[in-house]
């Protein structure tokens, strides 16, 4: 065994036995409540330093004091030895008002603000059903540089499910931006080509988020064979041409793309059933399997700024100081962990896994 640092990385031409980069985020995480903040909190706290909390909960977390008080329930799920910081969002209804906004721009732990198209996903029905209904709320948020995380998903009918991203860029995004270039915005867990081109074309203000069950998976993964309710998630999975335009992204080495799970457990019964709910369970397994993927892709380089730099530069967050080494000794992903007395399956269930934490984390 030996120790390893990126200068260091040149030298080897084999597969290292310990990877050590600095302490990763999470940009978009869904950690639930109540019982299942039990699984969720330590899932994420083994290894992030901070997470970016979603707000869809049911009622969504739509003021500054729900975001305060679940950030409370959160912590109380923290282990002991962690620093994990939980970083609140809010969820952006119709009738935001502008001065929650101003409120958010006082509490250094509530950062950004979350549109969902109303109906979009998992409790989004008080989601935005108009983009010029929250223009007030938005152009505040420009002028205090508090980043839009956006769902980016149109809802018609008519709309294909596999284009509804790209109808999104066209028609309310692009326009937005051109509105509002000062605003911060995040298309989060994008998943087409389209979206990996509209952000690489737009100013610095202008980022997005990639999960690792959107590089690892394409549609195919989920439908041939026999469907797999365990990679559903919204957006959907699609076709080989558009996962590969995300790899490429990701390895990039752009810093408008980072590391985002979108992390979304749901309990083995409401996946396993004739209507099953949109979310994969990945943060188990996160950061181990970002590092197989950046290794298998030779791009072991890329993935320090991918996971740990980039997101925080982008939030205006200071880089975290500590580091996290992993080992490259393969494990078995279990089949199933526990939301409150519920199962719930997750990503690589049953599956090894090559890279595993090492427990002790480096100061
Ligand atoms: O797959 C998803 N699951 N996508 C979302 O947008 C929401 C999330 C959830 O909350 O379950
Ligand atoms: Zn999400």
Known sequence: KFGYTWEKRKDFMTTPELVTITKPDDWHLHLRDE???????????????????????????????????????????????????????????????????????????????????????????????????????????????????????VTEDHIDIFDREKVFIETILAPLIERYPELKVILEHITTKDSVEFVESQSSNVAATITIHHLLYNRNDMLVGGIRPHLYCLPVLKRNIHQASLIKAALSGSPKFFLGTDSAPHTKPEKETSCGCAGVFSAPAAIELYTQFFMEQNSLSKLEGFASFFGADFYGQPRNQEKITLENIPWRMPDQYQLGDVPTVPIFAGQTINWRLKDDIET
């Open 35 to 153: 019982i299942a903040l039990e699984t969720t909190v330590p899932a994420t706290s083994r290894v992030f330093g901070r997470a970016i909390v979603m707000p869809n909960l049911k009622p969504p977390v739509t003021t500054v004091k729900m975001a305060l008080d679940y950030r409370a329930r959160i912590l109380e799920y923290k282990p002991l030895n962690s620093n994990f910081n939980p970083l609140m969002t809010l969820f952006l209804t119709d009738n935001l008002d502008p001065d929650e906004a101003v409120r958010l721009s006082t509490e250094e732990s509530v950062v950004a603000i979350k549109y969902y198209p109303s109906g979009a996903t998992t409790n989004s029905d008080t989601g935005v059903t108009d983009i010029k209904n929250v223009y007030p709320v938005v152009e505040k948020m420009a002028e205090l540089g508090i980043p839009l995380l956006l769902h980016g998903e």
